[in-house]
């Protein structure tokens, strides 16, 4: 449907207001995200109204959707329950001028992230995918140790308990810290812990469970990530 067909009403200062993407103008939850017995609380999104007005002309609309124009967050199984999209905030539209801003603020990130992270997560992260972005990441942690592990003892080990091996304080097979001072100790401990944490509370949720997770939260596990990855290149 065009933009055009969507206006409900142009205001006198060039504004219009738009029937709301989230609810689809019905100004409560949508019945595809929640049961019958909520379905009659307002629209986050609308605040009940059904429609949302823009402060703006229709030509500064941007054409690109990150949640195709309805609102809602979603992965490549399907919406998230109750979630709304981050980009857009439920509307369904961005204007040209939110859109520079978000490849901005997406071009300053990957600078700060780690290239074999940016590598598996980048296209998942910016086509809304964000926990299979976040689980990529991890897995590409994984799988790195796991093959470090492998050549090293043979063993074919996963997850926590390989983090929990690789980096052992007794055995190490990858040190990242002079194990010689309490200090290179406590150090090689805390990021055992670390990794292993991470496979067990962030990479086993979102593969077994599929939980959804919004832009902002991916934000911040990509940089642990990061973090991680980076400490695997400074080992010994």
Not at 16 to 26: H, K, M, N, P
Not at 59 to 68: D, Q, T
Not at 121 to 143: L, P, Q, T, W
Not at 211 to 225: E, N, P, S, T, W
Request: proline content about 3%; overall charge negative; aromatic content about 8%.
């Amino acid at each position: 449907m065009s933009l055009e067909k969507q206006i409900v009403h142009t205001l006198k200062d060039g504004s219009f207001t738009l029937e709301c993407a989230f609810c689809e103008g019905r100004g409560v939850y949508p019945d595809t995200i929640y049961s019958n017995d909520i379905e009659t609380e307002p629209c986050p999104v609308c605040q009940g109204k059904g429609i949302n007005t823009f402060k703006t002309s229709p030509e500064n609309i941007a054409e690109r959707r990150y949640c195709g124009g309805n609102g809602k967050a979603w992965n490549s199984n399907g919406y998230f329950a109750g979630d709304i999209c981050q980009v857009c905030h439920g509307t369904g539209m961005v204007t040209l001028e939110q859109t520079q801003e978000s490849l901005l603020e997406e071009a300053l990130l990957w600078q700060l992230i780690h290239p074999e992270i940016a590598e598996v997560a980048r296209s998942r992260f910016e086509s809304g995918h964000y926990a299979d972005s976040v689980e990529a990441a991890f897995k590409k942690i994984n799988a790195i140790v796991k093959e470090i592990v492998k050549l090293d003892t043979g063993e074919e080990l996963d997850g926590a308990a390989l983090m929990n091996r690789a980096f052992s304080l007794r055995q190490p097979i990858i040190c990242i810290s002079d194990l010689s001072t309490e200090s290179g100790k406590n150090i090689q401990k805390g990021y055992m812990q670390i990794f292993a944490g991470s496979m067990t509370g962030i990479r086993n949720p979102k593969a077994h469970d599929n939980l959804g997770i919004d832009r902002l939260r991916a934000v911040h596990f990509l940089h642990l990530a990061s973090l991680l990855m980076s400490k695997l290149d400074e080992r010994t």
